[in-house]
Structures are given as structure tokens and as C-alpha cells.
Nanobody, 125 residues
């Protein structure tokens, strides 16, 4: 019912910036929140940032506060993640995920019904 496609990943040196995009299609009216997660080799998937579709509240993991910014363009059904001052520890596959209306929770992967395929971010040091 919902499809998500991430883009914008790549290779960057420490201290550099990237902007990731998550484009949603299908029954997008069912979405009430889109969030970003990441997973590094040998590590569990972890929450990065969240943006509700219909209110201005945003949420961030402590390790990205002050460096990453999540934003949305509802007319384009797209959510962005601006990543500044990247560190080697930010190297991971980044996924976007959609929570459907009627669901609750922010940081747990289990509350999100749809996921993109991921985009690789590699930060060299």
C-alpha cells in the first residue's frame, strides 16, 4: 500500500555533509509519521530521527542532535535528512520507515509498517 525509496547516500570525508531523501508513494494518506533509522555492520538497527506528517514536532537520537535535521515536503511526499559534521561512526545503511495512522511509538522499529531498501552512507576518517 505504501512504497518508500531512499536516495542521497555516498562517500564523504569526516566533517562533510550529505542530504538523504525518502520519497513515498502509494496510499500515502495512511502515513502519520516517517522516521530515519540506520544499521552499521555487526550492529543493531537504531533510531535516528522522526517527523510527523501533520504536526511540527521532530525527534532525534542523542548521537545526532546538533548535526542532523529532519524535514518534510508533504506536497512531494518526501522527507529529508540533512546530515552535517559527519563522523566515521555515522557509517551505516540508512533506512526510512513509515508509521500508519492509528499506531503509536517513535523510536521502536516495530511500530513502522513500511520500509525502504536503504542507502549507504560511508564516512572516511
Amino acid at each position: 500500500q505504501v512504497q518508500l525509496v531512499e536516495s542521497g547516500g555516498g562517500l564523504v570525508q569526516a566533517g562533510g555533509s550529505l542530504r538523504l531523501s525518502c520519497a513515498a508513494s502509494g496510499r500515502t494518506f495512511e502515513i502519520d509519521r516517517i522516521s530515519w533509522f540506520r544499521q552499521a555492520p555487526g550492529k543493531e538497527r537504531e533510531f535516528v530521527a522522526a517527523q510527523a506528517r501533520s504536526d511540527p514536532m521532530t525527534f532525534y537520537a542523542d548521537f545526532v542532535k546538533g548535526r542532523f535535521t529532519i524535514s518534510r515536503d508533504n506536497a512531494k511526499n518526501t522527507v529529508y535528512l540533512q546530515m552535517n559534521n559527519l563522523k566515521s561512526d555515522d557509517t551505516a545503511v540508512y533506512f526510512c520507515a513509515a508509521r500508519l495512522r492509528g499506531s503509536s511509538g517513535i523510536a521502536s522499529p516495530s511500530v513502522y509498517a513500511y520500509w525502504g531498501q536503504g542507502t549507504q552512507v560511508t564516512v572516511s576518517s
